[in-house]
């Protein structure tokens, strides 16, 4: 009898063999909801909510965060995983897979008497033996094929998640981004690139702007639309008529005294306004030069009214991140007061024009000499098509910057896997004691990623893990090619995987496994089973 159920006799337990059976069906469970999605030939999953709205994807971790979980070992296994996308933008999938499948291989041994302690030192051995051939097998990044294998890593992360052709556009796409907004020596800032919706036209209409894209347009319809040559004021100053903040009472002899203070109050106003006129007159005359204003604040109709006649483009209530933005995208200073303005604090772009779009008005700032923050404009036909594309393009900015912050990638297509295999067996050989079933059942879990790929390419499993595994014992890095099924170089092929991502994902699932592993007993005995 349990030594819990003399303390609570309410309390739900699982022992021994019984706990070990409940952690590994779990695993297996949510590995088999996965399973399919690996890869570029991966399936898509529809998920309904519980108002009938429906998503479709086959990216594991929005898979993961929009599916209820009840079972304790799989919401375990699915927090670690979108804890891994967190931190690095990729892997969910593979960690699901890995997690379950090195249950799945210590199960075997743990039936046949072995303790799982023992599986979890050969466990621990296997893990660092992995590290260093990850370390052995990586890439390292040169100037002269930066930009190719970062295009490489960027297409083989997109491809996992949307179909080939939309991966290759979006691939340019998001590495030039990157580039973009790369600062030598400094961490790359990804909220630097702004990704804007536009429900129109085809998916592969999506385009890189150069600039900023606002999703706000002018507020006076005599404001020109469309502007060359643009000098960019951005403020963060208040242009409208604002009551005094003290509650107070006046009292006037006549009519004209209180027209004197309306004047008074809208005075302090129109003299703002007045500066930065100034300043348009004083950059912009005798020369074909334009000017826009942008401001955080707001702009009431008699400031936007004086702003038209000069005409000057002028926005109001732009976004807070939107004005860090603009400075790094055109130049110039966010100015806060208008006293000291000049020509220095101007920002520039080459051109700025209004897009209407049903109801929405977007403003472009294009053509920016050095634009140290851009725009990803996505385009769809419908709501869950963005949402996909959205999705899509975040992972693969992440896979990039990635690889220029490890300065290294892996090859993929299930490459690393293959020769860890390879290794682990060598390695085999050189271990004294138990802990070699632990390693043996490592070696065999590292080979689901390759067998998962081939199966969703459509190819039988076993046929082409012995093609793979009879390559890999010449000392090649060799990959699957999804498309014939057979053995290939990943290198030649441009597939390329994170070098950071196949380390947290060793690391975390081997840590998890054994965590499973060593669970022997699970309680439910929680507050609420002590009532009554």
Request: charged share 25%.
């Given at each position: 009898m349990a ?12 022992r ?29 999953k529809?998920l309904?909510?519980?108002?009938g709205d429906i998503?479709i ?6 898979l ?11 919401s ?7 804890a ?16 379950g499948e ?10 046949e008497?072995l ?7 050969g ?21 002269a094929?930066r930009?190719?294998i970062?295009t ?11 179909h080939p ?5 979006l691939?340019?796409i ?6 973009a907004i ?11 690139v702004?990704?804007m ?7 592969t ?5 150069k600039g900023l ?6 507020r ?15 403020m ?6 604002e ?18 203070l309306?004047?008074a ?18 950059v ?10 942008i ?18 483009l ?6 807070r991140?939107?004005?860090e933005?603009?400075?790094l ?5 966010a ?10 604090c ?9 897009h209407v779009l049903?109801?929405?008005k977007?403003?472009?700032?294009e ?25 899509a ?7 990039v910057?990635?690889a220029?912050e ?7 297509a299930?490459?690393?896997e ?16 138990r ?8 070696a065999?879990g590292?080979l ?13 499993p076993?046929d082409?893990?012995v093609?793979?595994?009879?390559e890999a ?7 699957l090619?999804v498309?014939s ?45 002590l009532?009554?």
């Amino acid at each position: 009898m349990a030594a819990i159920s003399m303390l609570n006799p309410k309390a739900e337990v699982a022992r021994a063999a019984q706990a070990l059976a409940v952690n590994i069906s779990g695993a297996k469970g949510i590995q088999e909801v996965l399973k399919t999605n690996l890869g570029p030939k991966g399936t898509m999953k529809m998920l309904v909510s519980g108002a009938g709205d429906i998503k479709i994807t086959k990216d594991g971790n929005v898979l993961l965060h929009e599916m209820q979980i009840q079972h304790p070992t799989a919401s375990l296994i699915a927090r670690a995983s979108t804890a891994q996308d967190d931190m690095t933008g990729d892997g969910t999938t593979s960690t699901v897979l890995l997690i379950g499948e090195f249950l799945k291989q210590a199960e075997l041994y743990v039936q046949e008497g072995l303790h799982p302690r023992i599986v979890c030192e050969g466990f621990d051995k296997a893990k660092e033996k992995c590290l260093q051939i990850l370390d052995d097998m990586k890439i390292n990044l040169t100037e002269a094929e930066r930009k190719d294998i970062l295009t490489s890593v960027s297409r083989t992360s997109l491809g996992t998640k949307v179909h080939p052709g939309l991966a290759d556009s979006l691939t340019n796409i998001v590495v030039d981004s990157v580039l973009a907004i790369r600062k030598e020596n400094t961490p790359i800032d990804l909220h630097m690139v702004e990704l804007m919706e536009m429900q129109h036209r085809s998916e592969t209409d999506t385009q890189l702007v150069k600039g900023l894209v606002l999703d706000h347009g002018g507020r006076h319809p005599d404001m020109p639309k469309r502007l060359e040559n643009c000098y960019i004021l951005t403020m963060n100053v208040s242009l409208e008529y604002e009551k005094t903040e003290v509650n107070s009472g006046f009292f006037y002899k006549s009519a004209e005294d209180r027209e004197k203070l309306v004047v008074a109050e809208r005075k302090f106003i129109e003299d703002r306004v007045q500066k930065i006129i100034e300043l348009k007159k004083k950059v912009c005359e005798g020369n074909d030069k334009s000017f826009v204003v942008i401001n955080q604040k707001g702009i009431d109709p008699f400031s936007l009214d004086a702003f038209a006649k000069e005409g000057i483009l002028g926005l109001r209530r732009a976004k807070r991140r939107n004005m860090e933005r603009l400075a790094l995208a055109c130049g110039g200073v966010a100015m806060n007061s208008v006293d000291e303005l000049d020509e220095s604090c101007l920002g520039y772009a080459g051109t700025v024009y209004e897009h209407v779009l049903g109801e929405n008005k977007y403003t472009f700032v294009e053509q920016c000499k050095n634009p140290l923050s851009v725009t990803i404009l996505m385009k769809g036909p419908n709501k869950h098509s963005l949402n996909q594309i959205k999705d899509a393009v975040r992972d693969g900015l992440r896979a990039v910057k990635n690889a220029l912050e490890d300065g290294c990638v892996v090859p993929g297509a299930g490459a690393y896997e293959v020769a860890a295999h390879a290794a682990l067996k060598k390695y085999l050989e050189t271990v004294k004691g138990r802990a070699r079933l632990g390693i043996q059942a490592y070696a065999d879990g590292m080979l689901v990623i390759p067998k998962v790929l081939a199966q969703n390419a459509g190819f039988d499993p076993q046929d082409v893990m012995v093609k793979l595994l009879e390559e890999a014992a010449t000392g090649q890095t060799v990959g699957l090619d999804v498309d014939s099924g057979e053995p290939c170089v990943p290198v030649a092929q441009g597939i390329y995987d994170n070098y950071r991502v196949k380390r947290q994902m060793i690391n975390s699932c081997t840590v998890i496994a054994t965590n499973l592993l060593l669970v022997d007993e699970i309680m439910r005995a929680g507050m609420s089973s002590l009532k009554g």
